[in-house]
């Protein structure tokens, strides 16, 4: 899918807090021009495929009309308490196409049984809600924050649990895949797809999909840097997703109407996420009118017509590929797969084979900025390490070194005037099978 959109809206829109205590009346509830159809529009024009909206977070208040709180939008001013932000959203992703997905944050701030039984069976219940009503969810968010201080039904203290076995998550997973099977769970150790680590839109230059869970609860020293590259040896498909906002808080807050990321910054974003070999889920937070802010909306177009622009015209596309050997001699694996525009082709080695190279000749020479690569994901993941030479005054000169690949890997170099480039697989787990090259 590789980018898609999230959306943080609910009662610390209208406090300015990032995280709400769980004590805020509904009543401040009250976006005055609502408008998901303003979102999934802008979304769609920009290149999101799909859209995950926090339908509760760590305070509890809840975006769709629960039985099983007092703290929703049934007790908001919001549409006289009749309103349904989950259910409007939903709907909206349908209208424009897209996926549509929901973070519950498994922290409930409110909840007078937090870190008792009884509150996880209220939060199963509230889980079967959303999937009943609003199906079909894309993607399932589980944030990794987990007890502390909050409001807790007037009890006001602290509260601690163990995130390892309190929540039972593999009964939780169990029932939700009972009312959908094919959702995707997000959480630190997936099993659909893991955070990256950070906060700051950067996979790892060595991003591999695969990863051990278990490593996961060794402790947190380290963690973030195996979440941000995954391991080669990794018994798990659990690939990484790249989560970053597009202000520096995650809610709307007008303090920072002047600090939106700019159209650059996001294109820097999208090279160090998709072109890593990760999603990119970016957080535009709408504000209290319920709208996406004017400023955002003129960054993300800048950021649209800077990938366009970019990518606007492939250099390579068409153009003959020539290497040193493939599978069996036969066209079904032909080096000029890379370079015919579809991705369900590929050129593969003899299965004994874990490295090679490959040439595509451009005709005349061209300036070349960015070389796109990509693996036949669907028969795993497999290069280790590659690089990339352009053909110069005569001589190949070295322009990238690079480790793993996987669905995308895009290698930006400093723009060099050739009419050539070589890549080389250097190492792989497999034969290595390349379905896509690109030059622009």
């Not at 015209?313 to 797969?337: C, G, I, Q, Y």
Request: net charge neutral; with cysteine; proline share 4%.
């Amino acid at each position: 899918m590789e980018m898609n959109a999230f959306i943080h809206f609910s009662i610390n829109t209208f406090t300015g807090k990032e995280w709400g205590n769980g004590d805020e009346s509904p009543s401040l509830f009250n976006p005055t021009h609502f408008d998901p159809l303003q979102w999934t529009q802008l979304f769609r024009e920009v290149g999101f495929r799909g859209l995950i909206l926090t339908a509760k977070h760590h305070d509890g208040f809840c975006l769709w009309p629960t039985k099983y709180s007092t703290h929703s939008i049934r007790h908001s001013l919001f549409k006289n308490g009749n309103g349904d932000v989950v259910g409007e959203v939903a709907n909206a992703c349908k209208q424009h196409g897209l996926k549509f997905g929901i973070y519950v944050s498994p922290w409930d701030r409110n909840h007078a049984a937090y870190g008792r039984r009884d509150y996880i069976h209220y939060y199963r219940k509230q889980l079967k809600e959303l999937f009943s009503n609003y199906a079909p969810v894309f993607e399932m968010w589980f944030d990794g924050a987990n007890g502390g201080t909050g409001y807790y039904g007037g009890a006001n203290e602290s509260r601690k649990i163990d995130g390892r076995t309190y929540y039972d998550w593999q009964v939780t997973i169990d029932s939700v895949r009972s009312w959908q099977k094919d959702v995707i769970f997000f959480s630190d150790a997936g099993p659909g797809v893991r955070w990256v680590g950070n906060e700051r839109g950067i996979a790892g230059e060595t991003n591999w999909n695969l990863i051990d869970a278990d490593t996961l609860y060794a402790g947190k020293h380290g963690i973030e840097k195996i979440l941000n590259t995954g391991s080669e040896t990794g018994k798990f498909w659990v690939p990484a997703e790249t989560d970053v906002s597009i202000r520096p808080g995650w809610f709307y807050r007008a303090s920072e109407d002047d600090k939106v990321k700019t159209p650059q910054q996001l294109f820097d974003i999208y090279l160090t996420s998709v072109g890593r070999g990760s999603t990119l889920l970016l957080n535009i937070p709408p504000d209290k009118r319920g709208l996406i802010h004017e400023n955002d909306i003129r960054s993300l177009l800048g950021f649209k017509k800077l990938i366009d622009s970019t990518f606007r015209r492939n250099l390579a596309l068409h153009a003959p590929v020539s290497t040193s050997h493939w599978r069996n001699n036969s066209p079904e694996f032909s080096p000029n797969n890379m370079t015919d525009g579809n991705k369900s082709t590929y050129w593969a080695t003899d299965d004994d084979s874990m490295n090679g190279s490959f040439t595509v000749t451009l005709g005349n020479a061209k300036p070349v900025h960015y070389i796109v690569l990509q693996e036949f994901i669907r028969l795993g993941q497999r290069v280790k390490s590659f690089s990339i030479d352009a053909f110069v005054d005569g001589e190949w000169k070295k322009i990238f070194e690079g480790t793993t690949i996987g669905y995308k890997r895009i290698a930006s170099v400093s723009p060099i005037i050739t009419h050539r480039i070589r890549v080389n697989i250097l190492a792989s787990r497999a034969c290595p099978l390349i379905s896509n090259l690109e030059i622009y």
